[in-house]
Antibody, heavy 121, light 111 residues
Protein backbone atom coordinates (compact mmCIF):
# COMPACT_ATOMS: atom_id res chain seq x y z
CA UNK A 1 0.00 0.00 0.00
CA UNK A 2 1.41 3.34 -1.03
CA UNK A 3 2.22 5.77 1.73
CA UNK A 4 3.74 9.22 2.02
CA UNK A 5 5.43 10.46 5.18
CA UNK A 6 6.55 14.03 5.77
CA UNK A 7 9.34 14.88 8.15
CA UNK A 8 11.26 17.94 9.23
CA UNK A 9 11.76 20.45 12.03
CA UNK A 10 8.60 21.70 13.62
CA UNK A 11 10.05 25.11 14.42
CA UNK A 12 11.92 27.45 12.10
CA UNK A 13 13.18 30.92 12.87
CA UNK A 14 12.09 33.90 10.76
CA UNK A 15 14.32 34.55 7.73
CA UNK A 16 15.69 31.01 7.83
CA UNK A 17 15.00 28.15 5.42
CA UNK A 18 12.31 25.56 6.01
CA UNK A 19 13.34 22.08 4.89
CA UNK A 20 10.97 19.11 4.68
CA UNK A 21 11.22 15.62 3.25
CA UNK A 22 8.49 13.32 1.95
CA UNK A 23 9.36 9.63 2.08
CA UNK A 24 7.51 7.53 -0.48
CA UNK A 25 6.79 3.85 0.07
CA UNK A 26 4.95 1.45 -2.19
CA UNK A 27 5.70 3.45 -5.33
CA UNK A 28 8.69 4.84 -7.17
CA UNK A 29 9.45 8.53 -7.11
CA UNK A 30 10.61 8.05 -10.71
CA UNK A 31 7.17 6.94 -11.87
CA UNK A 32 4.93 8.96 -14.18
CA UNK A 33 3.15 10.76 -11.37
CA UNK A 34 3.46 14.43 -10.50
CA UNK A 35 4.29 14.66 -6.81
CA UNK A 36 3.13 17.70 -4.89
CA UNK A 37 3.62 19.86 -1.82
CA UNK A 38 0.51 21.51 -0.37
CA UNK A 39 0.15 23.50 2.84
CA UNK A 40 -2.64 24.61 5.14
CA UNK A 41 -2.23 27.48 7.62
CA UNK A 42 -3.99 26.90 10.95
CA UNK A 43 -7.72 27.32 10.53
CA UNK A 44 -7.39 28.18 6.86
CA UNK A 45 -7.69 26.53 3.47
CA UNK A 46 -5.37 24.56 1.26
CA UNK A 47 -2.60 26.20 -0.74
CA UNK A 48 -0.72 24.39 -3.49
CA UNK A 49 3.03 24.97 -3.35
CA UNK A 50 4.61 22.94 -6.15
CA UNK A 51 4.33 19.81 -8.28
CA UNK A 52 6.97 17.91 -10.15
CA UNK A 53 7.59 14.82 -12.21
CA UNK A 54 11.09 13.50 -11.88
CA UNK A 55 13.30 14.56 -14.80
CA UNK A 56 10.35 16.01 -16.69
CA UNK A 57 9.02 19.26 -15.28
CA UNK A 58 8.30 21.24 -12.14
CA UNK A 59 5.50 23.72 -11.47
CA UNK A 60 5.53 26.31 -8.72
CA UNK A 61 2.92 28.53 -7.14
CA UNK A 62 3.93 31.95 -8.50
CA UNK A 63 3.42 33.55 -5.11
CA UNK A 64 6.09 31.27 -3.63
CA UNK A 65 8.27 30.48 -6.64
CA UNK A 66 11.13 32.81 -5.74
CA UNK A 67 11.55 31.07 -2.38
CA UNK A 68 10.79 27.42 -3.21
CA UNK A 69 13.09 24.61 -4.26
CA UNK A 70 11.95 21.05 -4.83
CA UNK A 71 14.46 18.22 -5.12
CA UNK A 72 14.42 14.45 -5.51
CA UNK A 73 16.54 11.65 -4.11
CA UNK A 74 15.79 8.57 -6.16
CA UNK A 75 18.16 6.39 -4.15
CA UNK A 76 16.16 7.11 -1.00
CA UNK A 77 12.86 7.37 -2.87
CA UNK A 78 11.99 10.67 -1.30
CA UNK A 79 11.55 14.26 -2.32
CA UNK A 80 12.18 17.48 -0.47
CA UNK A 81 10.93 21.01 -0.12
CA UNK A 82 12.99 24.03 0.80
CA UNK A 83 11.30 27.37 1.48
CA UNK A 84 13.65 30.24 2.12
CA UNK A 85 13.27 33.51 3.99
CA UNK A 86 10.29 32.26 5.98
CA UNK A 87 7.96 34.51 7.94
CA UNK A 88 5.09 33.86 10.30
CA UNK A 89 2.85 33.64 7.24
CA UNK A 90 4.59 30.38 6.34
CA UNK A 91 3.37 28.73 9.53
CA UNK A 92 1.27 25.85 8.31
CA UNK A 93 0.62 22.13 8.13
CA UNK A 94 2.66 20.93 5.17
CA UNK A 95 1.47 17.93 3.16
CA UNK A 96 3.04 15.92 0.38
CA UNK A 97 0.61 14.31 -2.03
CA UNK A 98 0.25 12.28 -5.23
CA UNK A 99 -2.51 12.38 -7.85
CA UNK A 100 -4.90 9.50 -8.38
CA UNK A 101 -3.67 8.68 -11.88
CA UNK A 102 -0.57 9.81 -13.80
CA UNK A 103 -2.64 11.55 -16.44
CA UNK A 104 -3.99 14.09 -13.97
CA UNK A 105 -1.54 16.28 -12.15
CA UNK A 106 -4.12 17.91 -9.95
CA UNK A 107 -6.41 15.34 -8.27
CA UNK A 108 -4.51 14.47 -5.12
CA UNK A 109 -5.42 11.00 -3.87
CA UNK A 110 -2.54 9.87 -1.69
CA UNK A 111 -1.61 12.27 1.12
CA UNK A 112 0.90 12.21 3.91
CA UNK A 113 -0.34 12.83 7.42
CA UNK A 114 1.11 16.33 7.30
CA UNK A 115 3.81 17.97 9.35
CA UNK A 116 3.25 21.19 11.26
CA UNK A 117 5.85 23.91 10.84
CA UNK A 118 5.80 26.99 13.04
CA UNK A 119 7.87 30.03 12.16
CA UNK A 120 8.84 31.82 15.34
CA UNK A 121 11.92 33.19 17.04
CA UNK B 1 -8.48 35.49 -1.44
CA UNK B 2 -8.87 32.04 -3.00
CA UNK B 3 -8.89 31.59 -6.74
CA UNK B 4 -12.09 29.52 -6.64
CA UNK B 5 -15.16 30.76 -4.76
CA UNK B 6 -17.09 28.49 -2.41
CA UNK B 7 -19.77 29.32 0.14
CA UNK B 8 -18.33 29.50 3.63
CA UNK B 9 -20.91 27.16 5.05
CA UNK B 10 -23.84 24.94 4.17
CA UNK B 11 -26.07 22.81 6.34
CA UNK B 12 -28.63 20.08 6.04
CA UNK B 13 -30.51 17.50 8.04
CA UNK B 14 -29.81 13.79 7.97
CA UNK B 15 -31.26 12.19 4.87
CA UNK B 16 -31.44 15.43 2.93
CA UNK B 17 -29.33 16.46 -0.04
CA UNK B 18 -27.04 19.44 -0.20
CA UNK B 19 -25.01 21.04 -2.95
CA UNK B 20 -21.77 22.99 -2.63
CA UNK B 21 -20.80 25.29 -5.45
CA UNK B 22 -17.35 26.21 -6.69
CA UNK B 23 -17.06 29.14 -9.06
CA UNK B 24 -14.02 29.90 -11.15
CA UNK B 25 -13.28 31.25 -14.60
CA UNK B 26 -12.74 30.03 -18.12
CA UNK B 27 -9.07 29.62 -17.23
CA UNK B 28 -9.83 26.91 -14.70
CA UNK B 29 -13.23 25.41 -13.87
CA UNK B 30 -14.92 26.50 -17.06
CA UNK B 31 -12.12 25.59 -19.39
CA UNK B 32 -11.13 22.12 -18.26
CA UNK B 33 -12.68 18.98 -16.83
CA UNK B 34 -10.12 18.76 -14.04
CA UNK B 35 -12.22 19.74 -11.05
CA UNK B 36 -11.67 17.81 -7.84
CA UNK B 37 -13.42 17.78 -4.48
CA UNK B 38 -11.89 16.97 -1.10
CA UNK B 39 -13.40 16.17 2.28
CA UNK B 40 -11.42 17.10 5.37
CA UNK B 41 -12.33 16.13 8.90
CA UNK B 42 -10.64 18.00 11.77
CA UNK B 43 -7.07 16.93 12.29
CA UNK B 44 -7.09 14.73 9.20
CA UNK B 45 -5.54 15.01 5.76
CA UNK B 46 -7.90 15.88 2.89
CA UNK B 47 -9.60 12.95 1.18
CA UNK B 48 -10.27 12.95 -2.55
CA UNK B 49 -14.01 12.49 -3.13
CA UNK B 50 -14.43 13.48 -6.77
CA UNK B 51 -11.97 14.00 -9.61
CA UNK B 52 -12.28 15.11 -13.22
CA UNK B 53 -15.62 16.75 -12.39
CA UNK B 54 -17.66 13.63 -11.71
CA UNK B 55 -15.46 10.58 -11.15
CA UNK B 56 -15.39 8.88 -7.78
CA UNK B 57 -12.26 7.14 -6.52
CA UNK B 58 -12.68 3.55 -5.48
CA UNK B 59 -14.38 3.27 -2.12
CA UNK B 60 -16.18 6.61 -2.23
CA UNK B 61 -19.92 6.35 -1.68
CA UNK B 62 -22.21 7.05 -4.61
CA UNK B 63 -24.00 9.52 -2.33
CA UNK B 64 -21.29 11.91 -3.49
CA UNK B 65 -21.60 13.26 -7.01
CA UNK B 66 -20.02 16.05 -9.01
CA UNK B 67 -21.08 18.15 -11.95
CA UNK B 68 -20.16 21.30 -13.81
CA UNK B 69 -21.98 24.02 -15.71
CA UNK B 70 -20.01 26.83 -17.25
CA UNK B 71 -17.58 28.24 -14.73
CA UNK B 72 -19.28 26.64 -11.74
CA UNK B 73 -18.71 23.12 -10.44
CA UNK B 74 -20.92 21.49 -7.84
CA UNK B 75 -20.64 18.73 -5.28
CA UNK B 76 -23.89 17.11 -4.25
CA UNK B 77 -24.18 14.90 -1.21
CA UNK B 78 -27.40 12.93 -1.01
CA UNK B 79 -28.78 11.09 2.00
CA UNK B 80 -26.77 13.24 4.40
CA UNK B 81 -25.19 11.39 7.28
CA UNK B 82 -23.62 12.67 10.46
CA UNK B 83 -20.18 11.57 9.29
CA UNK B 84 -20.45 13.84 6.26
CA UNK B 85 -19.95 16.83 8.54
CA UNK B 86 -16.58 18.20 7.46
CA UNK B 87 -14.86 20.87 5.42
CA UNK B 88 -15.04 20.49 1.66
CA UNK B 89 -12.61 21.99 -0.82
CA UNK B 90 -12.78 22.18 -4.57
CA UNK B 91 -9.78 22.50 -6.83
CA UNK B 92 -9.12 22.83 -10.52
CA UNK B 93 -6.36 22.72 -13.05
CA UNK B 94 -5.65 26.19 -14.30
CA UNK B 95 -4.00 27.47 -17.44
CA UNK B 96 -2.65 30.47 -15.56
CA UNK B 97 0.89 30.44 -14.27
CA UNK B 98 -0.32 28.28 -11.40
CA UNK B 99 -0.94 24.58 -12.07
CA UNK B 100 -3.76 24.10 -9.61
CA UNK B 101 -6.00 26.34 -7.58
CA UNK B 102 -8.14 25.60 -4.55
CA UNK B 103 -11.36 27.03 -3.28
CA UNK B 104 -11.53 28.59 0.16
CA UNK B 105 -13.45 25.66 1.61
CA UNK B 106 -17.02 25.08 2.77
CA UNK B 107 -17.98 23.88 6.22
CA UNK B 108 -20.81 21.37 6.06
CA UNK B 109 -22.91 21.07 9.18
CA UNK B 110 -25.30 18.16 9.57
CA UNK B 111 -28.08 19.42 11.78
Amino acid sequence: QEQLQESGPGLVKPSETLSLTCAVSGSSISSAYYWAWIRQPPGKGLEWIASFRHSVSTYYNPSLKSRVTVSVDTSENHFSLKLSSVTAADTALYYCARPIVPSTRVAFHIWGQGTMVTVSS
Amino acid sequence: QSALTQPASVSGSPGQSITISCTGTTSDVGGYNYVSWYQQHPGKAPKLMIYEVSNRPSGISNRFSGSKSGNTASLTISGLQAEDEADYYCSSYTSSSTLVVFGGGTKLTVL
